[in-house]
């Protein structure tokens, strides 16, 4: 059974900067892709970053520039350090990791971005 949980959302103000941790039940190393999707009220959960096994990183576009994907394999954590918040930004972000069976997705962090 995988297990992600989340932390470190929280309210920030617009311009403001949060880092999110998702520690990872198994190995990262378990798992060809690891990353983080976001949903807001009333749409769909996007992709924001993720990060494969190789070590690269792809991001969307709204998050190009201004977040950046990172993990300690040693603590099987994986990291979004976001810069620039917008209030566009704010939404439920939750941990993602995939394997050759299946999809995982933690509970989600709360990201709300407002002065």
């Known amino acids: 059974q995988v297990q992600l949980v989340e932390s470190g959302g929280g309210l920030v103000q617009p311009g403001g900067s949060l880092r999110l941790s998702c520690a990872v039940s198994?190995?990262?190393?378990?798992?060809?892709?690891v990353g983080w999707g976001r949903q807001a009220p009333g749409k769909q959960r996007d992709m924001v970053a993720d990060?494969?096994?190789?070590?690269?990183?792809n991001y969307a576009d709204s998050a190009t520039g201004r977040f950046t994907i990172s993990r300690d394999n040693a603590k099987n954590t994986v990291y979004l350090h976001m810069n620039g918040l917008k209030p566009d930004d704010t939404a439920v972000y939750y941990c993602?990791?995939?394997?050759?069976?299946?999809?995982?997705w933690g509970q989600g962090t709360q990201v709300t971005v407002s002065s």
């Open positions: 993602k990791a995939i394997d050759a069976f299946g999809t995982y």
């Open positions: 198994r190995s990262i190393f378990d798992f060809a892709n």
């Open positions: 990060i494969e096994s190789g070590g690269r990183t």
